[in-house]
């Protein structure tokens, strides 16, 4: 029996273009281009190194606009074996909690599954709600920030990375794991592959298809609302030179501006 | 202003893996001229006590070091899978 | 059987022009792009000459994401202190509007698009490796050891062709075929553009430059575009002169360029946005390599077609209608289900009467005079000298023009032998 893996993935912003407009307040988007959050990347690679070693069919669900189409298609050139976009006119402006609840619907309704694979959060909105609450949702275990995934007998162990070391856990499945960013290095897209999924293509549910009805999803699903956006000015870094002499005149300077801390042993 | 200021305005999506050019130390240390450190336009090439230092991630693709070297140690390819060089406006 | 009547390689205007004919023509067409999205990796200085894609998209001056229609027309000389320029407006620009300023993302973004429009299959992203070659003949492209097939292989790889370089179809660019360009763009209100160029709605600014002031004796030209809300400018490097020089920097000519005292205003308060660099093609006639054979065919900067005479810069043009040529013949080559160098020569046919040869044919040997120590440092020299005694009031007796121009031409050092011999050279060659 072939393990079920799900991938969640999400189109973002790039974060290296995303200006604020300094009149609006709001993100311009106009000179902003999307790509695949770069976490999911990584859920995705970590998806498909199981893939390798011991077997799993591979799925990658999103929710999203239709121009989230290049994403599900790099999903699908980088080794995927279907791809599903939940999208619909109903799911705009969702905050995290219906976003949750769509996915975990969708992955309801793709039947049986094994594992669940997130990134540990975008970098459009870095609340890492959306993984954990899938899981909630779904009424299974979940494992976060992982930097390695591995499958034995109906179990995943995993490796934690906490602030004071590691902690490997082993969990039955069905779990959600989210997989932090950079905790691998994703597999190249491949033209072949890329000409195979563009011929193939992907599916795209309505909340219909899902089963969802439209009161509970979308900014009417949403409980929190976002009143006022500002950017935060950029502090004035004064760039000093300093000289080798002088660096115990620094030391002193950062001490007495409390930057700064003396320790003494005991 | 710096070309280290200019060139942190760019967009890169950085290969982990691949470095798309390549140099061979072996050559440049023996190199007369080191032209690619006042070709390339990023400053992708530096001289630091008479050594070179390259690093492929600050490089904008232009090919210039690939002429520029006329003894044979800079390996030039296309970054691969859409990484590199992301402008906005070209 | 292959998979595809035609690979093309590079979503420039060249492939994409390419691909959009084929594509319109029936042909089923794969279109590989390694940036992502299309236009991520090219630069342009940034006018687009030439009404080419009319034949593909009618309606291309409606729906692309042109900036401005070059109105005002400026080809200049820098010294240190000076600039001598010839201003040119007309409204006859307004009324037939030859060229646009473009940004390159946006532009080829368009024209990819319009290809996947007409049926092409649009892959980004993805870099192709190599060509594959059966018993001589190319056969299509490989990516991570696979091949994918196709009856021709149209490489659009623009100046840096590394694909079209390692099949051996043709030679590595050098200090000769290419200049380095640098550019950057920077970011001011509309209205301060229209002002600050004496320009209304629409209407753009197209400078070149001689940059004449870079010490030992290193060439360089410059350019300044404007664009709707931002503005072009930047500098291509003569490599020959760099490399003879080795002690100038690249990105410092940019620097050198933008601080000049009569380019810094233009740009005063404006925001950088970009830095980016690439080739500009240079080659002459001679050096343009065969751009066809047995089951491919190269268009574009790949296939060498730019011109500069140092009063206009263009490329994206030839690109276009190498592109559409190449495009043609493909159609032509499915027709005959022959897809051999003797099939294909078609291509050249076409290219021999029109704009992408026949421009390098007439002006053989401009390069050399446009990167000439003449056009570089003898004129500017000299038309700042004369024009310094004619124009400035130093309460001495005012002379003839003949006289003031002999003068100049010996604190210069140039013998009015030298200056006639060269000066014809130059006016033939232009």
Known sequence: ?266 | MEIEEKLALLNYKTDPEYAHITVNPSICETCPDHFCTFACPAKCYTLIEGKLNFKYEDCVECGTCDVACSHGSVKWTNPKDGHGIKYKFG | MSEFDAIVVGAGPAGSSSAIKMASGGLNVLLVERGDPPGSKNVSGGILWGKDLSSIIPDWEKSAPLERYVERKVTSFLTHDSEIAIDFKTKKFQQDKTGYSVLRTRLDGYLARKAQQAGAMLVTGVTVDSLAMKDGKVVGVINEGETITSDVVILAEGPNPRVAISAGLREKPNDKTVAVGVKQVYKLPENVINDRFNLRGNAGFAGEYVISFLPNNVFAGGFLYTNKDTISVGVVINLETLRKDGKTHSFDIMEQFVQHPYIAPFLEGGQLQEYSAHFVYEGGYESLPKPYGNGYMMVGDTAGFSFSNGMILQGMNYAISSGILAGESAIEAKKDNDFSEVSLSRYWKKLEVSPAILDKKNFRGINSVVWSGLVHRTIPALLETSLQNMLYETGAPKKHLSQILLKSMSSTGVSSKDMMIQGYRLMRRM
């Open chain 1, 1 to 266: 029996m072939v393990l079920e893996i799900i991938v969640m993935v999400k189109q973002v912003p790039d974060s290296q273009e995303v200006v604020i407009d300094p009149v609006t307040m709001n993100l311009n988007r106009s000179l902003t281009r999307n790509v695949t959050n770069r976490a999911d990347e990584n859920a995705l690679e970590a998806a498909l190194r199981l893939k390798d070693s011991v077997g799993a069919n591979v799925t990658v669900v999103s929710m999203g606009p239709p121009q989230a189409e290049t994403t599900m298609i790099e999903c699908l050139a980088r080794g995927a074996d279907r791809a599903i976009l939940a999208s619909d006119r109903f799911f705009g402006g969702a905050d995290t909690y219906p976003t949750g609840l769509t996915l975990a619907a969708t992955i309801s309704k793709i039947g049986k599954f094994d594992i669940i694979i997130a990134g540990e959060e975008t970098s459009d909105s870095s609340t890492g709600h959306v993984g954990p609450g899938v899981a909630e949702f779904l009424d299974i275990d979940q494992v976060t920030y992982t930097s390695k995934v591995e499958y034995k007998d109906g179990y995943v162990i995993a490796e934690r990375e906490l602030e004071d070391g590691t902690e490997v856990v082993k969990v039955p499945t069905p779990v959600l794991v989210t997989v932090l960013l950079n905790s691998n290095v994703p597999r190249r897209q491949t033209l072949r592959r890329k000409i195979d999924a563009i011929r193939k293509g992907f599916e795209v549910w309505d909340h219909d298809r899902i089963g969802l009805q439209p009161e509970w999803v979308g900014v009417r699903g949403s409980p929190t609302i976002v009143r006022r956006m500002r950017p935060i000015k950029e502090r004035e870094r004064a760039a000093k030179k300093i000289e080798l002499s002088a660096v115990g005149d620094l030391v002193k300077e950062l001490y007495e501006k409390n930057v700064l801390k003396l320790e003494v042993d005991s």
